[in-house]
């Protein structure tokens, strides 16, 4: 069957577009569309079985980012540290799986980023709310393998860095439906949300009432 929303001869190019941020980095602007109302049902349901929680660094801090995840293995952290698990901590069972629609999603991604065949083995779900922020970080997970990361809701400025966290960041706009996809010799640079800003949400739907979603995909081992 073909798919409703691959390009047809008579468009002749793609509803998304894509942007070069790296040898091996882009972003992929309004990728995720084709899969919004599927991504947000997906993870209503997800968080039912596991919720959002704010997890807490090594060192004890609290952070503003809520989380939880999908997949053979999620991505955890507290005071025994950072860290893959094949369970949820909170309710001791596995984490839900990852519904084939995120898959695909991720897949296409890396394919339309020119990178190798990608199925990401563990998604983690961060949850923003206003004034909320991610401070620069390096992915865990197999570096072999990409990242694909999915924006839902609010804007945000994405910061880009480099391989060392004092390199110089640019400051990359994102919106609801875009998709930025990192891997080979850009898999390890630094990058984080600036604090996210109060404004309406670019579609009715309770997940993104005042709030922003970011979907991570990842292969942990
Ligand atoms: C992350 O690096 O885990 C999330 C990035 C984002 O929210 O855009």
Redesign the pocket.
Known sequence: MQDLFSPTADEGKPPWERIAIGRQACVLRGFALRWENDLLRQVQELVQRAPFRHLRTPGGRQMQVAMTNCGDFGWYSDQRGYRYTATDPLSSQPWPPMPPAFAALAAQAAEAADLPPFAPNAC?I?RYSVGTR?TL?Q?EGDARHPIV?V?LGLP?I?LWGGDQRADATQKLP?QHGDVVVWGGVDRMRY?G?MPVKEGASPVAHPLLDGQRI?L?FRHAS
């Open positions: 983690l961060n991610l970080h992915d990361s924006s945000a994405f994102l990058h949300v970011n991570t």
